[in-house]
Each structure stands twice: as structure tokens, then as C-alpha cells.
């Protein structure tokens, strides 16, 4: 009798393990389906040959589609890290679940070192919005966005959180060749707007192979060094100077992000400027 209580007392507890499992990975069941169903058009609109809706040409003639043997998947060339200036994980999941917010990326990264895959690499996700980094007007057709749990202000970041941005970004890197270069922050390309990452820890990531950083030892600039030259060579759009300057210091300088370049400023941009050259 004791052993049939246990037993049942088992499949009780089974059944409940069972049921919060299924609860757990059906929470976002809608949105996957979702998410199917546009890959699914994706791909109808990739094999169509030719494509629907494609124009003749000037002679008036008929599409002809002649398949060629050269060719591949696009892939990112860019990875910006984010902050999602909210106040946890689970409240980030649903915006970017939530059709009218019409934002989303590729990957959100917890406190907790959890990560979320939302976004194929190679689909475009709406991270980026309006930016600018070099010539490239459309990052979030050439990169890959990941937001980091973070409130953006009071929130610091906890070692479980960088440790498993490092692990994801070393495996992005290798599978992409991302230059080392680029991996940047939303307030490098759209300086006028977002002050995201906040406080971020980018020396330590640069350590890592994560973008770039400037030596221990610094070398006056020569009289004729050119600061505003010097930051749209790194990538800046310096269309508005003073946000481009206060994008900078906040990447590389983080004490200090009034736009103004100090004298010490000047010395890291000068050494920065020489790696991107």
C-alpha cells in the first residue's frame, strides 16, 4: 500500500514537472508560429525565378532566368551590442514578440548569462534604426543586433552576462569573419539618438578580440592631426560633431562623455585613428 501511495504520488509529480515544462515552452508557441510562417515567405520569395513583379526590359521582351552557379547567402559584416533600457529579460522577450513595437534582435543576452536566439543571422532584425557608421547607411541589413538585460542607468553588468556575450560574440566572429573592428555600440551609429550600451565595459571585450582599443603608451598627435577626419575614418558620422565627439568618449573614454575632445582625448583618438588607417 505504501509503495502504490509512492508510486502514485510519483506520477503526480511527474505530471506536474511535465505540464510547467510544456506551459514553459509553449509560452511563445504564437509567436514561433509566426516567425515559421515568414521564413516560410521568405523562401517562397527567394526561389521564385524569375521574381513576381519583376519589370521587362526595355525591349519589351519576356523575363528570361538563367541560374547561375555563383553565388551565396549574404552575412552580417557587423555586430552591435545594445542595452535594452528595460527591467528585465521577460519584459524585452515581449516587446520584441509584439508585432506593433516593430522592433526585435537577433539575440537578447539576461543577467543571468541566458541567451535568446530570436533572429536568424542571416535575416534582417529591427535593431538598428536610423544610423551611420562609415559609407553604410543600412546596418540593420549588414549586422547582427544583441540586446543585453540591462535598464541602462542603475544596472550593473553582472560577470555571468559579459561572460556569455564574449562566448556568443567569439562564435559569431569566427563564423562570419567579422573584423575585429566591427563590433560596436547603437550609440556609435546613431550618436544623435541612443546612448546605448551604457557604461559598458568595452576595454574588456577588446581584450577579447571585440572591436578595438587603444594602447597603454600614447603618442602626441602631430600639429596638423585633423580630430574630425580622425573620427569618420573610425566611423563616425560627423554631420553633428558634438554627438559624434560624446559617442566616442562614451565608447573609449566613459569618464568624461561632455563633447568636447581634452587634450588626453585627443592622444587615444590620434591612436585609434592610426589602427583603422
Known sequence: MLVNKITLKSAVLI?????????????????????KNMAKGFSKIIKATPPEGQTID?????????GTVNMG????????IHHTAQDSTAQTLKTFTIARTAVSAHYVVGRDGKVYHMVNDYLRAQHAGVGRWGND??????SIGIELDNNGTTDP????????LCSLLATLKKKYS??????????DIAPTRKPDPNNFPWKTLAKKGFG????????????????????RIIGYDVRNL???????????????????????????????????M
Do not use: M
Open 157 to 164: 553588468w553582472t560577470d555571468a552576462q559579459i561572460n556569455s
Open 73 to 80: 547567402i549574404r552575412k552580417p559584416n557587423f555586430v552591435i
Open 242 to 276: 558634438p554627438a559624434a565627439i560624446t559617442a566616442f568618449k562614451r565608447h573609449f573614454v566613459g569618464t568624461d562623455i561632455t563633447p568636447k575632445l581634452t587634450e588626453p582625448d585627443k592622444l587615444i583618438l590620434y591612436n585609434l585613428y592610426k589602427k583603422y
Open 58 to 66: 526595355s525591349l519589351n521582351n519576356e523575363q528570361y532566368f538563367v
Open 15 to 35: 505530471s506536474c514537472v511535465l505540464l510547467l515544462t510544456n506551459c514553459s515552452t509553449s509560452k511563445y508557441a504564437a509567436t514561433d508560429k509566426v516567425y
Open 178 to 187: 567579422i573584423p575585429t573592428a566591427n563590433f560596436i555600440g547603437h550609440a
Open 137 to 142: 547607411t543600412d546596418l540593420n541589413s549588414s
Open 212 to 231: 578595438l582599443w587603444y594602447d597603454d603608451v600614447l603618442q602626441l598627435p602631430p600639429a596638423d592631426f585633423d580630430t574630425t577626419i580622425a573620427l
